[in-house]
């Protein structure tokens, strides 16, 4: 984009439309509008305000937790006057699915020879994975996926320095990204690593290790953010996560237009000059007004209806799959929840698909009153769905069986989650 008066449309008001604002507005665009429809900023970032003993304080049904390789939520946060340093201190430990505690990373509690043995395979798995992925797969871990299925990278690396580096080159291994990440692991002898990514991805609602390529496992969680995860070294916002793009919002020149949906989307033919016309539903009824440019920030696939897609897009959107990730904010008896976030590390593979894989307790001064946001997939490719009542159902039960009755709901969602291809489209060149 070059002229700095064009008007520029952003469709959405989550993350990437505020981020993608706030870009322009620095680079010197005057022009822009975000459409939001949404009555609040922030999309899958939600944080809603609880009264627990009489306090209000934020807790999180979306994103919970950045780390210091969130180069651009940082640079939001800068903008936004917003800091990370006051939020609660993220805690954990680990459950099977009889709800017992574990303790598979600690060698010296349930000691036993082949546990020791198996710590220190995955330690050396681990040394190994850090040093290929910086050697053999050089590149890897620059944002975005063009050119990795061609054996090429190119744009921003996503290495600790404070200036990002734009970095470029080619690099056939790269190609080997595309495969599911349980076959990379395998091919470079790295199964054991599964364990420790298996809680930050897949109980995080990134997918299973046997469906997902290995680009989307390591651009984001790159050998550098893993560490910070082992090492709980995280982000996490006393306001909730959405504070920091309410409060970015707020110091925008033009603040998301809230309650307004894009209904439509009319461009110019190929290759013709011409405005954008875009169709807005609000309170007051349907208007269409002109852009030169847009900025989707929406599902693609979900554009695709709404939108003039052309034959091609069709087919590229009709190919993105997304998981049915669910979670809802769980509130005990008196004095019944737990103390502390759980891992459920056995129901974090596909013949468990709907069960609780992990709980978040924000505030540990609330002990076992204290909300606790529970979490659950329901789809996986090659397998049926499992139902929306059903992954409630079993995720009430699986925290009763961990001794955490549950006495009510609160905010309830199922989030359209990590857009993706198959293996086998990522091969084929889908982002090229
Ligand atoms: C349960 C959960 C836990 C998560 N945990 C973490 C975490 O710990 N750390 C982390 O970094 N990330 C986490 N995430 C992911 C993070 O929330 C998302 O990556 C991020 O919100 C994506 O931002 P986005 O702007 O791309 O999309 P969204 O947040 O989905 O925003 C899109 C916006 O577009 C709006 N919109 C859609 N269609 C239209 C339309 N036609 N017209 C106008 N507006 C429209 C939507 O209402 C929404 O506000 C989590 C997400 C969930 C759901």
Same mark, same amino acid.
């Given at each position: 984009m070059s002229d700095l008066n064009d008007r520029i449309c952003i469709i959405g008001g989550g993350p990437a439309g505020i981020s993608s604002a706030m870009y322009l507005q620095k680079k010197g665009y005057k022009n822009y509008v975000i459409y939001e429809?949404?009555?609040?900023?922030?999309g899958k970032c939600f944080s809603p305000k609880i009264e627990v003993n009489g306090e209000k304080r934020s807790y999180e049904t979306g994103a919970i937790m950045g780390a210091i390789t969130y180069h651009a939520v940082h640079e939001v946060e800068q903008f936004a006057g917003v800091g990370h340093d006051d939020g609660p201190n993220m805690r954990r430990m680990y459950r099977d699915k009889t709800g017992k505690e574990i303790h598979p990373f600690e060698p010296k509690i349930d000691f036993s020879f082949s546990k020791m043995f198996s710590l220190l395979k995955l330690k050396r798995q681990m040394k190994k994975l850090v040093k290929i992925m910086e050697t053999?797969?050089?590149?890897? *871990?620059?944002?975005?996926?063009?050119g990795v299925a061609q054996g090429r990278y190119s744009g921003l690396s996503k290495g600790l320095d404070d200036a990002l580096q734009m970095i470029e080159g080619v690099n056939?291994?790269?190609? *080997?990204?595309?495969?599911p990440f349980d076959q990379f692991c395998k091919i470079n002898g790295v199964e054991e690593v599964m364990r420790i990514w298996l809680g930050p991805y897949t109980s995080f609602g990134y997918g299973y290790f046997d469906e997902i390529p290995a680009a989307y496992v390591m651009k984001y969680l790159d050998t550098t953010t893993a560490i910070e995860f082992i090492n709980m070294r995280l982000w996490t916002w006393k306001e909730g996560t959405q504070s920091i793009y309410e409060a970015a919002n707020k110091k925008l020149d033009h603040p998301a237009l809230l309650n307004t949906e894009v209904v439509k989307v009319e461009r110019p033919a190929e290759g013709e000059k011409g405005k954008i016309r875009i169709t807005v539903k609000d309170q007051s009824g349907e208007r269409t007004e002109e852009f030169d440019q847009l900025i989707v920030t929406t599902p693609l696939d979900h554009f695709a209806k709404y939108a003039d897609a052309r034959e091609e897009e069709k087919e590229l959107f009709g190919k993105i799959i997304h998981e049915k990730y669910v979670d809802f904010i769980a509130k005990f008896p008196?004095?019944?929840?737990?103390?502390i976030s759980g891992y459920i590390f056995d129901n974090m593979t596909y013949d468990r698909l709907g069960h609780a894989m992990v709980y978040y307790h924000r505030w540990e001064d609330q002990k076992a009153n204290c909300p606790s946001t529970v979490y659950a997939l329901r789809n996986h490719m090659g397998s049926a769905d499992v139902s929306y009542d059903d992954t409630i159902r079993m995720m009430c039960e699986d925290m009763k069986t961990c001794g955490f009755p549950i006495e009510e709901r609160l905010y309830e969602q199922e989030s359209y989650y990590c857009p993706h291809v198959s293996p086998k489209d990522y091969a084929d060149g889908w982002y090229d």
């Open positions: 429809r949404q009555n609040k900023i922030g053999k797969y050089k590149g890897y *871990d620059c944002y975005g996926h063009r056939p291994n790269l190609k *080997d990204l595309a495969l008196e004095n019944q929840g737990p103390t």
